[in-house]
């Protein structure tokens, strides 16, 4: 979607003020403990942060799109902030995610990993996060599974990222997370397969039990991480240990939609 652009100091601080007053009016996703109130572009990035977990939960397209729209207009004023530059490129992936039918890229989705790309490279220039490395490899990834060009294209340059992204943050779960699937998706022979991706989710779980980032920075995964467990243990035939996994992933997002209304009735009734 098209970036509104402003240009003065007076139209910055009228985009200010509406974004302020927009992120007033939000309900967090999750109770915060008692921190000193957010601002400036600290407040549009947590904004963003828990507008789209709430999307992604409710698998909703429009939603992840507005908070683009939100976000486009936050970096007018604070353009090379590092995180609102991380949380609009994590909204592109997670637009880009799932989407397209039929196992092949569509021209948008391509679009929109690119320009992801490019985002989180400035984000890193500008302060290195462990999840804007791994959330870079996941995307240099993804075009580098398009075909054997865009393999020898963007291949060298996601394992870099990974490489990265476990340098900064060893036991962060989100990066064990995004490695695990991954692999989970990548023949062994090409440094994946399934029981280390398998190994690298169960990594993630075990981080996400210790894992308190303050605000605004990255937060998201626990209950995504039971909902990858869950389809990895119905591959290993283990149907108890995957709805075991969805019900760990309800009880921490109650309506996470892909698992509620997906996943976990594509299990059948317990035996």
Known sequence: MPALRFSTDCIRRIVTSTMLLACATLQPLHAQSTTAPLT???????SARTQIERAVFAYDAAALAGVGTMLDRALTAFPN?????????YGLYRE????????????ATEKKLKSAI???????A?????????????????????????????????SEAGTAARTLGPNNPRVALLAGIGAWFTPSM????????????QQAISAFAKDQ??????SWGAAEAYAWLGQMEKDRGNVSGARAAYDRALAIAPEYRWVRDQLRPALGAAR
């Open 40 to 46: 400036g572009a600290a407040r549009w990035a947590d």
């Open 81 to 89: 902030d590092p995180l609102l530059l991380h949380y609009r490129a």
């Open 96 to 107: 880009s995610m799932g989407r397209d039918e039929g196992g092949e890229m569509s021209d």
């Open 118 to 124: 490019e985002l989180l490279e400035r984000s890193a």
């Open 126 to 158: 500008a302060r290195p996060l462990a999840e804007t490395e791994a959330l870079l490899s996941s995307c240099l990834g993804a075009l580098a599974g398009t075909g054997m060009v865009n393999g020898m294209r963007y291949g060298n340059a996601a």
């Open 190 to 201: 090409w440094g994946g397969g399934k029981d280390k991706g398998y190994a690298l989710v």
């Open 213 to 218: 980032p303050a605000r605004p920075l990255p």
